[in-house]
């Protein structure tokens, strides 16, 4: 299988399987599965509250024998409402008691911004509530803070790597300085439509690893209704896209995540179909050509899916 070699010097592989949407009355079973189709990065977070039901799918496959522990690269992800590094911990405790595992393999600060605390026994995952309806709250923690949080958790055993997610090129500027560990991984929104070439050729050049995620672009966002994405056309459908699946024999969705793959870029789509999982999968035995990524590099129009300005104006992409 491959992987990529963490600056944390734990190896992560290349093609994972997302949990983010992952439906709780079938995930226990769809991570199994994926277990038994060869998949072994799982990437989760507190947020997409289904922790439970993945841990339960992959304690299943650790049961029978399918997998050992040490063969699973398992990342879950610190919400907003966790940043006090006094709350750290026990956001991490609840991520590991939902899994039933002793450590994760990585944990990444979901997003740069500091929400309000709320306790977990108030609701938990949060989402965006902060304890007082629909307002949001805030919190005045510098990421640097939470940060050497989750430096002391990697020295306490019950975290092997630790990253970041959603963080701009200014972000992680910052945080290489003051880090005592470097963040092992970058996780974006990754796809043709945004492409953010400079971002991914500055956190590579530091060593920093990256992971795609939505790499079909408005796929992720269409049942969520959101309206860019819904009047965006699907690279599925894509006249450069689909000459290329044409050209190569693949699928057009092997033909996007091979696009991350080849350039050392982690992918973590999901499927609840088996034939599509195990085409999901093999996506690092074929090669696109260089005339392919000249056509895929002129689909960039920075068009980004996920953005915290719809929550509440945060300008964590202004």
């Not at 049942?223 to 050209?247: C, G, M, W, Y």
Request: proline share 5%; hydrophobic share 40%.
């Amino acid at each position: 299988m491959a992987t990529i070699k963490l600056s944390s010097g734990h190896l992560m592989p290349l093609v994972g399987f997302g949990c983010w949407k992952v439906d709780n009355a079938t995930a226990a079973d769809q991570i199994y599965n994926a277990i038994k189709a060869g998949y072994r990065l799982f990437d989760g977070a507190e947020d997409y509250g289904n922790e439970k039901e993945v841990g339960d799918g992959i304690k299943r496959a650790l049961d029978e024998g399918l997998v050992k522990r040490e063969e699973l690269f398992i990342t879950s992800k610190l919400w907003n409402n966790y940043h006090d590094p006094k709350n750290v911990e026990t956001a991490l405790n609840r991520t590991l008691s939902d899994l039933q595992l002793d450590y994760v393999d990585l944990f990444l600060i979901h997003f740069p911004v500091a929400f309000k605390f709320v306790p977990l026994e108030e609701k938990y995952p949060p989402g965006f509530y902060c304890g007082d309806g629909d307002n949001f709250h805030y919190e005045n923690v510098p990421l640097l803070d939470t940060w050497k949080a989750l430096e002391k958790l990697v020295e306490a055993g019950k975290i092997k790597s630790i990253g970041v997610s959603n963080f701009t090129g200014g972000l992680i500027y910052d945080l290489l300085r003051g880090a005592t560990i470097k963040p092992s991984v970058l996780q974006i929104e990754h796809h043709p439509y945004l492409q953010q070439s400079k971002l991914v050729q500055f956190v590579q050049k530091q060593g920093v690893a990256i992971t795609a995620y939505s790499s079909f672009g408005p796929q992720s966002f269409l049942e969520l209704q959101q309206n860019r994405a819904l009047n965006t056309p699907t690279l599925f459908e894509h006249d450069t896209v689909k000459a290329i699946s044409t050209r190569l024999g693949k699928t057009p969705a092997q033909v996007l995540l091979r696009w991350a793959t080849q350039r050392n870029i982690a992918v973590i789509p999901k499927s609840n179909n088996p034939g599509r999982l195990a085409q999901n999968l093999a996506v690092t035995d074929f090669d696109l050509s260089e005339a392919d990524f000249e056509e895929i590099s002129k689909l960039d129009i920075n068009l980004r899916f996920n953005d915290p300005w719809d929550w509440d104006n945060i300008p964590i992409f202004v």
